[in-house]
């Protein structure tokens, strides 16, 4: 059995952070209300600590220019957890239908996304907003690392705004000095260039590291090979070439051994990758034809 936490805005826009069952039965009771955020836990103490922390942040773009990028932003947004977008007029009005294909599935974070047109109504139910720069400003405010603010997000109460400029120029002295924080990365200082995407996914990315997104499923390997696996084919090589007269001169046979010894115990090889390599000496000792077999 699954637990939930979750956070919706009802008809009216007021939030409402809770835990339980599937958040989905909440919200068919809520006419209007859309599922901002929801994650599964395996107990119903897990999922009522995380209603009760931090809800997840909100990306707000400023003033963007192209469809696309708008769609680009929304997968890395997705990709990491985050689904809440504003956009602060965007240059060519929304929706946008070039924003579709370039999400890549990201549709969630597409349908929700909000328009606004200032950064202040746009931020307004926020208690804390980052502004992201990877230039200095003429406003006198703290700098943050994506970690730095990671951590600041998850350890405050109250919804958190992370507000990323126009492609072309980034935000504005104005949209800056709205922010408690600054937000920038280290960066080569000869090549400060990041896209819009890249620039959000740096964000999200740091965000997701203090929750319990689900990781790529494992791949089961195969055993390893025993010693007597790997010594069995060293013993086949050997007898080959012997016999195909590779060993010479006679004072330089040990010396040869070894190396081939330590050439082929060097890789960490399974027993099927030793199997496969005693087939092939083995095809090589005793071939066959097998045109007719093709």
């Not at 040869?256 to 087939?279: D, F, H, S, Y």
């Amino acid at each position: 059995m699954q637990f939930w936490a979750y956070l919706i805005r009802d008809a009216d826009g007021a939030l409402h952070r809770g835990h339980g069952d599937d958040p989905n039965t909440t919200l068919s009771a809520m006419p209007g209300a859309t599922l901002i955020w929801s994650q599964a836990f395996d107990t119903a103490e897990a999922a009522a600590a995380a209603a009760d922390r931090a809800p997840p942040p909100v990306i707000v773009l400023v003033r963007p220019q192209l469809g696309e990028n708008i769609g680009k932003a929304a997968r890395a947004m997705l990709n990491f957890g985050l689904t809440e977008m504003r956009l602060v007029a965007p240059r060519d009005g929304w929706p946008n239908p070039a924003a579709g294909p370039a999400a890549s599935g990201a549709d969630i974070v597409l349908r929700q996304a909000r328009v606004f047109d200032s950064v202040h109504d746009a931020v307004a139910d926020c208690a804390h907003v980052y502004a992201t720069t990877v230039r200095k400003r003429g406003v006198t405010k703290p700098v943050v690392t994506p970690e730095q603010a990671a951590a600041g997000i998850h350890g405050r109460t109250g919804r958190s705004a992370i507000l990323f400029g126009p492609e072309r120029s980034g935000l504005e002295t104005d949209d800056v000095a709205i922010a408690r924080e600054i937000l920038t990365v280290p960066i080569n200082p000869d090549f400060g260039s990041l896209n819009l995407a890249q620039a959000v996914i740096l964000v999200a990315y740091e965000w997701s590291r203090h929750v319990a997104l689900v990781q790529p499923t494992d791949t089961e390997l195969d055993p390893p090979a025993s010693q007597a696996d790997l010594d069995g084919m060293i013993a086949q090589w050997d007898t080959m070439l012997a016999g195909a007269g590779y060993f010479f001169p006679v004072d330089r046979i040990p010396t040869i051994r070894r190396t081939m010894r330590t050439l082929l115990t060097k890789p960490a090889w399974t027993a099927q990758e030793v199997r496969t390599v005693r087939g092939m000496l083995t095809a090589l000792a005793r071939p066959r034809d097998r045109s007719g077999e093709m």
